[in-house]
């Protein structure tokens, strides 16, 4: 307190006068510091702690439109799944084919180099995983790091981190999962492709959803399957499966209303996940 004023001063501006005080903690606030509250203002300390309504302190952190936290990087994941991707490749080119042999994609064969029989069927599951983020030819990579950048930096903040995470999970599940269903089981698939499909598959709801002008959405989806149906050597169950999945998982997430929103989110994700393990159990017990 200022004797000659009668004003007390700021608790974190001792040589400010000030008279306002918290309207939590009635400590003295200066202009500085005071932050504008449902009633009154607060001091830098009661907001940090708490929101003033008697919810937790993030009770009134913005949300996306997934209902996910907003994250300060807001590409923070896709530049892990890059990082991973530029990895692993990496890791190819220094121990060759063989490393290849061990993380593709492949059904149920006999592999001359590793002398084996090897495959999904044959008890190795990993590799509907790591065959997402294989590569071995440099056009290869450098599309789908492109593809993961460019589409998810538009699907992330949208969502939020966790829900984007698991979104790129199942949709690389998804288009592996397909894939060992359709095709031959001696045919090798690999590629981050099922994951940057199911980014534009979650794209188009994502357009749709905003209201955007769905034109050039559209244009871009159909000159994408065009390239998955008449180029050799591409996998298009995966582009496909990861397509459907990216879009099935994205509207369930926007489209559950707040009141059930992570029940219905939830739900969907593991919903779609229990679907792809029943399909490949199937698919293995075929097989064997």
């Not at 929101?51 to 530049?79: C, I, W, Y």
Request: aromatic content about 8%.
């Amino acid at each position: 307190m200022d004797p000659q004023s009668g004003l007390p001063h700021c608790y974190r501006h001792p040589g400010t006068e000030t008279g306002i005080r918290c309207a939590r903690c009635e400590k003295p606030i200066c202009p500085e510091c005071m932050i504008s509250a449902s009633v009154g203002f607060q001091c830098p300390d009661c907001v940090r702690n708490g929101s003033g309504t008697g919810h937790a302190a993030d009770a009134n952190q913005p949300r996306t439109l997934a209902g996910g936290r907003v994250a300060a990087d807001d590409r923070f994941v896709t530049k892990i799944l890059v990082g991973i991707n530029l990895a692993v490749y990496l890791a190819v080119l220094v121990a060759g084919e063989r490393l290849v042999d061990q993380l593709v994609l492949i059904g149920y064969a006999f592999n001359p180099f590793l002398g084996e029989v090897v495959g999904v069927a044959d008890g190795e599951w990993y590799r509907l995983l790591t065959a997402t983020v294989l590569h071995e030819e440099v056009w290869h990579i450098l599309f789908n790091v492109l593809g993961l950048w460019v589409i998810g930096g538009i699907v992330e903040p949208e969502l939020g981190r966790a829900r984007y995470a698991a979104l790129c999970l199942l949709s690389g599940l998804s288009g592996s999962t397909l894939a060992y269903l359709v095709a031959a089981p001696n045919q090798p698939s690999l590629g981050a492709s099922g994951v940057v499909y199911g980014l534009i598959g979650a794209w188009v709801v994502l357009a749709r959803r905003r209201r955007h002008d769905m034109r050039p959405v559209i244009l871009f989806v159909a000159l994408s399957l065009l390239m998955t149906f008449t180029r050799p050597g591409i996998s298009w169950e995966a582009h496909v499966g990861g397509l459907v999945a990216g879009a099935v998982v994205t509207y369930a997430l926007v489209h559950a209303s707040r009141a059930r929103r992570q029940l219905v989110q939830y739900g969907a994700c593991g919903l779609l996940l229990a679907v792809d393990v029943v399909a490949v159990l199937t698919r293995s017990a075929v097989l064997t």
